[in-house]
């Protein structure tokens, strides 16, 4: 049973390009959230997507946008890119969105910017 | 407030010891508190959680104890082995699933 994939797994960018990470839940699971998490810190909750929906969004600006397709994989755009953006970005999914559903992460895709 | 404040940000434990990481939360809407542990490379995997309700959870050498009252709650780890070396994270959510983590505390058991 394949759990959270990402992909790519790292990634090089230059300041101002525009990126897309990707992300298929567990299988059983339809509720994908994206979060970022800088060095040293814990993870920062981007957004959540549900029923093809963006359900709830954290503090975050409108260069980060999502996508959740019919088969709940899930895409993370990040436009304008910021030296600050250079993090580690993780996708999480769950059976649906009550509190108690455990959040499965994947194992990131590490983005640097330049 | 949205804010999971957690203490120590790091700890090192000789093997067999006991480790506490402790945290602390202000937004009484929080209704499920799961623990996290991450390892150098990899995604946070789920460890044990608690709701609100409940003063204790204790799964394996895992367990939570949890005081709502005073807004804290704490993971305990007996008999810590070196192979529990890892960044551990306390977390909470409210209703839609969203987590609040906390900053993480990076445990070092010394065999």
């Known amino acids: 049973d394949a759990g959270v994939t990402q992909s790519p797994t790292h990634l090089i960018k230059t300041r101002g390009q525009q990126v897309t990470l990707r992300c298929s839940p567990k299988?059983?699971?339809?509720?994908v959230s994206w979060y970022q998490q800088a060095l040293g810190q814990g993870p920062q909750f981007i957004f959540q997507?549900?029923?093809?929906?963006?359900?709830q969004r954290g503090n975050f600006p409108d260069r980060f946008s999502g996508h959740q397709f019919p088969n709940y994989s899930s895409e993370l755009n990040v436009n304008a890119l910021l030296l600050g953006d250079s993090a580690l970005y993780l996708c999480?999914?769950?059976?649906?969105?009550?509190?108690?559903?455990?959040?499965?992460f994947g194992n990131g895709t590490r983005l640097t910017v330049t | 407030q949205q804010q999971v404040k957690q203490s120590p940000q790091s700890l090192i434990v000789q093997k067999g010891g006991i480790s506490i990481i402790n945290c602390a939360y202000e937004n009484t809407a929080f209704d499920y508190f799961p623990w996290y542990q991450q390892f150098p490379g990899k995604g946070p995997a789920l460890l044990i959680a608690i709701r609100p309700d409940v003063s204790e959870k204790k799964e394996g050498r895992f367990t939570i104890s949890f005081n709502k009252s005073a807004k804290q709650f704490s993971l305990h780890i007996m008999d810590s082995q070196p192979g529990d070396s890892a960044t551990y994270f306390c977390a909470a959510s409210t209703a839609g699933n969203m987590l609040t983590f906390g900053g993480g505390t990076r445990l070092m058991v010394k065999p």
């Open positions: 299988s059983g699971h339809d509720t």
């Open positions: 999480a999914s769950s059976a649906g969105t009550f509190s108690n559903s455990p959040l499965h």
């Open positions: 997507y549900y029923e093809e929906e963006e359900r």
